[in-house]
């Protein structure tokens, strides 16, 4: 018993010296208070969040029971893994990174990403592999409501996505996605805030891109985007930044016009910014009435002659409204 006794003690002894090696699995630290910046941009804080460890990138190991995850120190990953189905929150601390050298997959789960009040917080995927995008969550959804997210995949061959088979809800911060080879995102696109760059070889976005009412983006060319985009339109933001324009304002044709068109070289313009009218009558027609005037009914001053004319944009929203003559008999 004694003899027992006595050796359990220099074992004891021998592990805390260092005589014997010995493996402790890391604990997963719990933080409690965790402040995050929401979808309306107000301030929140949230508990039982575990901090973001190396021994997350195991296979389904990037979860925890409460669905938070903390970015609290720059952490580098061989890839990670979610398939337990069930939806997860990931705070990107502020001025820490999330590095993986491989993809993201989440399976039956949605991610959802907050910043905090830095909004300097990241989280970086970089990759080469086909048929599997960088940042996966199979058929459910990804919300960026702050920090920065950039996915990278330089597979050399096609089949390539850095986000792919799902939705992306953009309320905040920043995405980035580049595919050297297929599109960059493979889904559906909503804007509802924040700054969104797609990049791929075979264009930007498979499925739609929709900005949300009243909401107006502009890209690094100065060209702007309202409502849901068209083909035209999506092929022109591949490789283009798009942001926010709150000092930009809606031009609009009015429906109902009959014996002839009218087109606005720009559907949103910012103040200041010259916007150019069309004028194509119906044959043996021609412009009755032309008005132009801003939200408060107020009339614009329009310039020209003929069928091109041109108005400054106010510091409002603008209508233009036509009437054409009927057509001689």
Known sequence: MHKNKLLSILLTLALVLGILPWTVMPARAVEHGVSYIDANGSAQTADNV???????????????????????????????SNNGGVAMNLILGD???????????????SLTIYGQSGGTGKLTI?????NNPMLALGSNTLTINGGTVEATNNAPNYGVYAFGNTSLVMNGGSASFTASMGTAVYGNVTLNGGTFYANGREGAVTGTVTIKDGLIYKDDSNNYYVGTLTGEQKTAINGKTLTPAPNAHNVTVT????????????????????????????????????????????????????????FTIPAADVTVSATFTQPVA
């Open 50 to 80: 575990e901090v973001v460890v190396e021994s997350m990138g195991a296979d389904n190991a990037f979860k925890s029971d409460s669905g938070w995850l903390y970015v609290e120190n720059d952490v580098s990953l061989n890839g990670a």
């Open 95 to 109: 001025d820490k990174t999330l590095t993986l050298s491989a993809s993201l997959r989440f399976i039956n789960a």
């Open 126 to 130: 970089s990759g080469s592999t086909a």
């Open 255 to 310: 429906n109902g016009v009959t014996n002839g068109t009218v087109t606005v070289d720009k559907a949103a313009a910012e103040s200041g910014d010259t916007v150019t009218l069309t004028i194509t009558p119906e044959t043996g027609c021609a412009v009755d009435t032309l008005t132009v005037t801003d939200a408060s009914n107020n009339a614009v001053t329009t310039s020209g002659t003929g069928n091109t004319r041109t």
